[in-house]
Nanobody, 123 residues
Framework: QVQLVESGGGLVQAGGSLRLSCAASGRTFSSYDMGWFRQAPGTEREFVAGITWSGGGTYYEDPVKGRFTISRDNAKNTVYLQMNSLKPEDTAVYYC????????????????WGQGTQVTVSS
């Protein structure tokens, strides 16, 4: 069992930066691949970025490549999403998720989800 709690969301102007954190409970955090997803009003929840259990592999969707960076600190049971050069279209609720099925973009690969943190980017 893994419980996830996101933090770090907020309101930022276009071009600004935010760093999201996802704190996990449980001693098996380092076994899980982690993903960040986001969901804007009226849209499906979509994959943003993921990182393997060891931190040795990462994957980003095209809209955030070069602007977002995912990282993890297994000693602190925390995964991060550094978001730079934010755009209004990045506005969404951001969720972290944990899974054991291998890094991937499909929601079904992830067994545990946080409650989400709101990110709002003003133009």
């Amino acid at each position: 069992q893994v419980q996830l709690v996101e933090s770090g969301g907020g309101l930022v102007q276009a071009g600004g930066s935010l760093r999201l954190s996802c704190a996990a409970s449980g001693r098996t955090f380092s076994s899980y691949d982690m993903g960040w997803f986001r969901q804007a009003p009226g849209t499906e929840r979509e994959f943003v970025a993921g990182i393997t259990w060891s931190g040795g592999g990462t994957y980003y969707e095209d809209p955030v490549k070069g602007r977002f960076t995912i990282s993890r600190d297994n000693a602190k049971n925390t995964v991060y999403l550094q978001m730079n050069s934010l755009k209004p279209e990045d506005t969404a609720v951001y969720y972290c998720a944990a899974g054991l099925a291998g890094l991937g973009t499909e929601r079904g690969r992830y067994n545990y989800w946080g409650q989400g943190t709101q990110v709002t980017v003003s133009s």
